[in-house]
């Protein structure tokens, strides 16, 4: 006769494989999912202590690991050197595709936002990498639209500028993924608004930015649709100024520009 | 036989004795009810000790702990200075109440370590709303805002559900001022205001009465200061905004000061403080040195015949005052203002205006089912009816009338966008500061003051800007950890729509956030 003791336990056992439903698991304390939701919730140092630190651990918990310590506080130059080379080793050697794309954008970003000042060039630099190794990946077309964000604001001579934009354009007219389109339709309408003072332009990049399929909040959209109801009614569209004034009289009552807006749109169809 | 002395050493000993017995009752209480397991207790700590707002709570607790046999509401009242300490001890220490106001003291990091995100449930109705017109709607949109108050960006999440909700008006001792113009009639303008306050000067000097047309202080006074400042510069805010969105920002503004786009001798600017010389003059001399409680105090006794100050003190005023109150709007001149008025688009709006300081649960509590009902409880039309009622307080909840006293408070929407004032940071505000007092001297004014600020308001707006720079560089680093989970998360768990939502808008805000820092920093490198 078995004994009881282990018998109970092997019922319980299988009771609770059997009664686990698939990838609960993964929500557990402790497990990777955990740490990423840790993570997520600015609980940097919890997230790195499930992370393991062991260099045959996975690539998406090595990948943890190395932002992990990128959150780490005190912030220092070793654990950032620590992170950099982590996130190099998977950018070129890690077996989940996804990954690799990841670690090589964030090893990008090293240079450009982790360290103490910006290294404007380097990050330059290792942006245009990523996307020229995975031009067709949306990661990697994020990195090209990074690349535009640490170049174009540069100071530099007027024709030196030119130069640079007109190659930016040339090469980001390949970009398709719906995000990047997004993004790339804002950091040009912001180039066009903040350096070149082109309100034309400007309004031609945000109307696609604005009928655009990528998701914009509320409240950026708000702001974008007075921009673009403003920059139209100075370039003297008033029908395009009221579409957009119209749109955003629609979305929100709650805003002080409702009704200066609504005065505007007023004025305007009483003058049509 | 006793001596005076002796009497006042027992009476002391007796009150020592006393405070100490109840202050031991109260804890061995606590105690108890901790160890009792029929009674579940739920605290609620936040800052606000005006009067109203702890009474309402208190009215409203009583209301739930009726209907909630078994359940005590206790609510800890936290004076603003000490309150940030107090909470840091309280969450690091795991010893916070369930309910707390977050705001001074907790930023994102520690709502996110310490709170539980209530997202799903903003979504979900409040069921206590059942049977009035808010019925099955999800409770973030009974309120009037869509409870914007309860949502922290950097997270993506609602982690609590506010109460409170304020706009700033001019308050009058009504029997002050019958005694200085025979009337009780209120100021319809700046101008107005201006030769009632002259009015005032001249009275005291015939009676001798020690009064003052405006009770300031240095919490109370930028009120009205930047409230008139902020007038003038309304239209050169529209110039001056590239972006066209009908504002401009403070690091805009810096930059815009640094290219020389505008300087203190600009005209509106030199309206500005023309106006915030002549109100500043009509308060008391020093005030500038005074805490909000001398001012408020100041008005009480008499002394002033108005004070600037936000709803939240209303209940305060009223019922502290042995006098009538009056109260009506911050003035501002008009843009028929033969002097000002082209420099002004009109009354600004307050359709902007939000609901503050949202009670967030702790990790920690025991009972966050129970704190969270109780929040739905306050929350719902009826409850915050009774709410307002007791508090004269704002409404937060859409339907719910706010109290006759309270009603010249409710929101302005017809009005336009506000202008800036001289405040980019940091290092500016304590430029202007420092040199206020040239500009409410009887021997200097704008003059003095415009060519004592100048050049350190230059150098400060480069402070500013640098210090903005690199805060800003962090807070995108500490994004880019955040915005990878996300993302990872939503490729784990695909159809996860509350992943999808918060990833798409961390990634926007840090997008948005690095072209505004790659701008801010290659224009700054470029003025050098």
């Not at chain 2, 109100?279 to 408020?296: K, S, V």
């Not at chain 2, 230059?458 to 994004?479: M, S």
């Amino acid at each position: 006769m078995p004994h009881p003791i282990p018998c109970r336990l092997a019922a319980l056992l299988l009771f609770t494989t059997l009664a686990t439903p698939p990838g609960a698991s993964a929500r557990e304390p402790g497990s990777p999912d955990e740490a990423w939701r840790l993570m997520a919730g600015l609980r940097f140092s919890e997230a790195r202590a499930i992370f393991p630190a062991r260099a045959d651990a996975p690539d998406l918990d090595r990948l943890g690991r190395a932002l992990s310590l990128l959150g780490a506080q005190p912030k220092t130059e070793s654990n950032i050197n620590q992170a950099e080379q982590i996130l190099a080793d998977l950018a070129s050697g890690a077996t989940d595709p996804d990954v690799v794309v990841r670690a090589a954008l964030l090893h990008a970003r090293i240079p450009h936002v982790h360290r103490q000042s910006t290294d404007w060039t380097e990050a330059a630099r290792r942006y245009l990498a990523v996307y020229e190794a995975h031009p067709e990946h949306p990661l990697g077309q994020r990195a090209l639209v990074r690349h535009g964000i640490v170049t174009l604001f540069r100071p530099m001579p007027p024709e030196e500028f030119a130069s640079l934009f007109e190659s930016y354009l040339a090469v980001s007219a390949a970009l398709d993924h719906p995000d990047a389109l997004r993004d790339l339709n804002w950091l040009l309408a912001s180039v066009h608004e903040r350096r070149l003072f082109d309100p034309a332009a400007t309004l031609r990049h945000l109307e696609v930015l604005l009928a655009g399929s990528s998701p914009i909040r509320e409240i950026t959209r708000l702001g974008l649709l007075v921009q673009a109801g403003e920059l139209a009614r100075e370039l003297g569209d008033p029908a395009k100024a009221a579409r957009y004034y119209r749109e955003f009289l629609a979305t929100t009552i709650r805003d002080s520009r409702v009704y200066f807006i609504r005065q505007r749109l007023a004025e305007m169809e009483a003058s049509s | 036989m006793i001596n005076r002395e002796k009497i006042l050493a027992i009476i002391g000993v007796a009150l020592l004795l006393g405070t100490f017995s109840v202050s031991l009752l109260k804890v061995a209480r606590r105690a108890v009810d901790q160890r009792d397991p029929s009674i579940r207790v739920i605290r609620i700590a936040h800052w606000q000790l005006e009067d109203g707002a702890s009474t309402a709570i208190d009215a409203v607790a009583r209301e739930y702990e009726r209907l909630h046999p078994g359940v005590r509401i206790e609510q800890l009242r936290i004076p603003e200075r000490v309150y940030p300490n107090w909470v840091t001890t309280q969450l690091v220490g795991g010893t916070a109440p369930d309910l707390i106001q977050i705001g001074k003291g907790i930023d994102s990091e520690r709502s996110a370590r310490y709170f539980r995100a209530i997202t799903d449930e903003v979504l979900l109705p409040n069921p206590y709303n059942r049977g009035t017109p808010l019925e099955g709607m999800p409770w973030r949109d009974t309120y009037v805002d869509g409870m914007i108050g309860g949502f922290d960006d950097a997270l993506q999440d609602y982690y609590g559900a506010p109460l409170f909700m304020a706009t700033v008006r001019m308050y009058a001792n009504l029997g002050l001022l019958r005694q200085v113009t025979g009337s009780t009639e209120l100021p319809r303008s700046l101008d107005e205001l201006l030769a009632l306050s002259d009015r005032v000067e001249e009275h005291a000097r015939r009676t001798g009465r020690a009064i003052v047309p405006i009770a300031g202080s240095k919490y109370n006074a930028p009120i009205l200061i930047e409230r008139l400042f902020r007038s003038t510069t309304q239209r050169f805010a529209l110039e001056l905004s590239t972006s066209r969105q009908m504002t401009i920002g403070p690091d805009l503004l810096a930059l815009g000061l640094l290219r020389e786009d505008w300087s203190l001798r600009s005209e509106p600017i030199q309206a500005g403080l023309t106006l915030a010389s002549d109100i500043g003059r009509r308060m008391q001399p020093g005030f500038l040195h005074l805490a909000r409680e001398d001012a408020t105090f100041l008005f009480q006794q008499g002394r002033a015949l108005f004070i600037a100050t936000g709803s939240w003190d209303a209940t305060t005023l009223i019922q502290g005052s042995s006098f009538r109150i009056g109260v009506f709007d911050l003035p501002a001149p008009s843009p028929q203002h033969p002097e000002y008025g082209r420099f002004v688009l009109g009354r600004h709006s307050e359709a902007s205006v939000r609901s503050y300081g949202p009670f967030g649960i702790t990790r920690t509590s025991a009972h966050p089912e129970l704190a969270l009902d109780f929040m739905r409880f306050i929350t719902s039309a009826p409850y915050n009816q009774l709410f307002a009622d007791k508090s004269g307080w704002l409404p937060v909840i859409t339907g719910v009338k706010p109290s006759p006293a309270i009603a010249p408070f409710a929101p302005v929407f017809e009005g336009y966008p506000d202008g800036f004032f001289l405040n980019m940071g940091p290092d500016t505000l304590r430029v202007v500061e420092n040199n206020l007092h040239i500009l409410f001297s009887p021997a200097a004014g704008v003059e003095q003051f415009t060519a004592a600020a100048e050049a350190p308001l230059r150098r400060a707006a480069r402070g500013d800007l640098a210090r903005t720079l690199r805060i800003r560089n962090n807070q995108i680093g500490r994004a880019d950890l955040v915005v990878s989970a996300e993302e990872i998360l939503l490729g784990l768990h695909p159809d996860d729509a509350a992943s999808a939502r918060r990833a798409h808008g961390q990634h926007e805000r840090q997008f948005t956030s690095e072209i505004h820092h790659a701008h801010l920093s290659g224009a700054l490198e470029s003025i050098r």
